[in-house]
């Protein structure tokens, strides 16, 4: 549970909204049994043991007890006494709000401490999963607190595939899950992706030709709000579809959500589906994952999965043998400043970062009709930071094939003095694309205009006009 500045413990009720109150929720949603996963995690995870100390560190706080358990290191000779930074205030962020972070609250971020990462700030992320998504502590999910949302990512990847086995992943697909599939030698099913993001027909039409004597896929990997690196946020009716098809096909979705809180779409944001799952028949079948990368900090390296037990044991067994444990100094820096604005101003916060961002996307888009009308094609991304676009770089007339943006981009538009991102990066088998993806949100006005000014001889000079 949080603590706002004052000292009161607060929990957001069932309704996302913040209260005082709140009780332990009875638990009305069914979920799959934990023998369920046995099926789902691989060998390297059923292989993993419990470290024998890390385990035993709650048996410390146990009043009376003396511990000679752990090799803790003596913070008497740690030189930090305080940490005391300054904030925006969400609600004026012309103002400042100090935050300090000392005492016990320092000192437990000084020291080695809980593999799924600091008690309260579990508790605190815990409590805005039922506010974002409506799912109530205690039934059929936990949470783990890691080094990014990727650290998490790569090992519930290793937590639940073996290697060679088939992966269904969206297409294109974030870059940085392809070497955790590709390590594992795994064959990567592409489902097809719109502007209303996974096509839920493709995978449909992979899963219903499977062939009977292979085994399917175990997991589906996707990016429901701006996608890197298409943009694209996916409508509800292809989330339920996609849940379906889990249910009926019986594979776990990874749902990989760094951009959730950078949605700015003019319709309400569709549900995601670890709260949509809500309405299965149980629970059990989303694995999520959450970044403050996008929100408060990149470099502070915080993400949390959250999801069924069995994975996220197996994710904290991993943890337990990679790094012990996420970096607690920048999870004790987090809480103090989550604890100092509570529930309501971080919701304020993400609603500033939403509208940043789609400033910065109104002013990418104007830029493109200015200088690539008639020469690049898009759809227009409602959430997170990329825009992904289609060069139509054929002379005039060739309509003979796609073409391939890697050269155009890679070599002749940086020769030109713009660097961007060929569209095959993002493709599994690496195929020609003529899409290109571009990121909005560092570039000024004058910076993005100047680019596409650039992108544009480079492109005409290519089309021989
Ligand atoms: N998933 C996606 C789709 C991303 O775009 C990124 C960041 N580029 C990550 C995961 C990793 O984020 P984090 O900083 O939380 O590790």
């Known amino acids: 549970m949080a603590t706002h500045s004052d000292g009161i413990l607060i929990a957001p009720n069932g309704n996302g909204h913040v209260n005082g109150n709140a009780k332990a929720p009875s638990s009305a949603v069914k979920q799959l049994p934990e023998e369920f996963y046995r099926d789902f995690l691989s060998i390297d995870a059923k292989t993993r043991k419990p470290s024998p100390i890390r385990g035993l560190f709650p048996l410390e706080n146990r009043p009376g007890v003396i511990s000679l358990l752990a090799g803790k290191p003596n913070d008497a000779m740690f030189p930090f006494t305080s940490f005391n930074f300054m904030v925006k205030s969400p609600t004026d962020t012309s103002k400042e709000i100090p935050v300090t972070l000392d005492g016990?609250?320092?000192?437990?971020?000084?020291?080695?401490?809980?593999?799924?990462?600091l008690p309260r700030l579990v508790e605190w992320f815990t409590g805005l999963q039922e506010l974002s998504h409506k799912r109530k502590k205690g039934e059929g999910w936990r949470l783990s607190v890691g080094g990014g949302s990727q650290d998490m990512l790569y090992k519930a990847v290793t937590a639940i595939v073996n290697p060679g086995d088939p992966v269904l992943v969206e297409s294109p697909v974030y870059a940085g899950v392809l070497p955790m599939f590709e390590t594992l030698h795994c064959e990567q099913i592409e489902v097809e992706t719109d502007a209303e993001g996974i096509?839920?027909?493709?995978?449909?039409?992979?899963?219903?030709?499977?062939?009977?004597?292979?085994?399917?896929?175990?997991?589906?990997?996707?990016?429901?709000?701006?996608?890197n690196p298409t943009g694209m946020t996916a409508s509800t009716?292809?989330?339920?579809?996609?849940?379906?098809?889990?249910?009926?096909?019986?594979?776990?979705?990874?749902?990989?959500?760094?951009?959730?809180?950078?949605?700015?779409?003019?319709?309400?944001?569709?549900?995601?589906?670890?709260?949509?799952?809500?309405?299965?028949?149980?629970?059990?079948?989303?694995?999520?994952?959450?970044?403050?990368?996008?929100?408060?900090?990149?470099g502070m390296r915080i993400g949390f999965a959250s999801g069924p037990k069995p994975f996220l044991d197996a994710i904290d067994l991993h943890t337990g043998t990679a790094n012990l444990q996420g970096s607690h100094l920048t999870q004790a820096i987090t809480l103090a400043l989550l604890e100092k604005w509570g529930y309501d101003n971080f919701i304020t916060?993400?609603?500033?970062?939403?509208?940043?961002?789609?400033?910065?996307?109104d002013?990418?888009?104007?830029?493109?009709?200015?200088?690539?009308?008639?020469?690049?094609?898009?759809?227009?991304?409602?959430?997170?930071?990329?825009?992904?676009?289609?060069?139509?770089?054929?002379?005039?007339?060739?309509?003979?094939?796609?073409?391939?943006?890697?050269?155009?981009?890679?070599?002749?538009?940086?020769?030109?003095?713009?660097?961007?991102?060929?569209?095959?990066?993002?493709?599994?088998?690496?195929?020609?694309?003529?899409?290109?993806?571009?990121?909005?949100?560092?570039?000024?006005?004058?910076?993005?205009?100047?680019?596409?000014?650039?992108?544009?001889?480079?492109?005409?000079?290519?089309?021989?006009?």
């Open 199 to 227: 096509r839920s027909e493709s995978l449909r039409s992979i899963l219903e030709n499977w062939p009977a004597s292979k085994p399917k896929p175990k997991v589906l990997y996707t990016v429901p709000y701006g996608c």
């Open 363 to 465: 002013v990418f888009e104007k830029a493109l009709s200015t200088h690539l009308a008639g020469l690049a094609e898009w759809s227009t991304p409602e959430a997170g930071m990329f825009v992904w676009f289609k060069l139509l770089m054929n002379p005039v007339g060739d309509v003979s094939a796609e073409g391939d943006s890697e050269d155009l981009i890679r070599t002749k538009a940086y020769e030109g003095g713009v660097l961007a991102l060929p569209g095959t990066v993002f493709l599994p088998d690496g195929r020609k694309t003529a899409y290109v993806r571009a990121s909005f949100s560092l570039s000024t006005e004058e910076q993005v205009n100047e680019a596409l000014k650039r992108l544009r001889t480079v492109i005409l000079k290519e089309r021989g006009a």
């Open 349 to 361: 916060h993400t609603h500033n970062v939403a509208a940043f961002y789609k400033q910065k996307r």
């Open 237 to 298: 009716p292809r989330r339920k579809e996609v849940l379906e098809l889990a249910r009926v096909h019986n594979f776990i979705i990874l749902e990989d959500d760094p951009y959730y809180y950078l949605y700015f779409g003019k319709a309400e944001r569709p549900p995601s589906y670890f709260q949509l799952e809500l309405d299965e028949p149980e629970v059990g079948r989303v694995l999520r994952f959450d970044s403050l990368s996008k929100i408060l900090s990149a």
């Open 104 to 117: 016990a609250d320092l000192a437990l971020g000084l020291q080695y401490g809980a593999t799924a990462g």
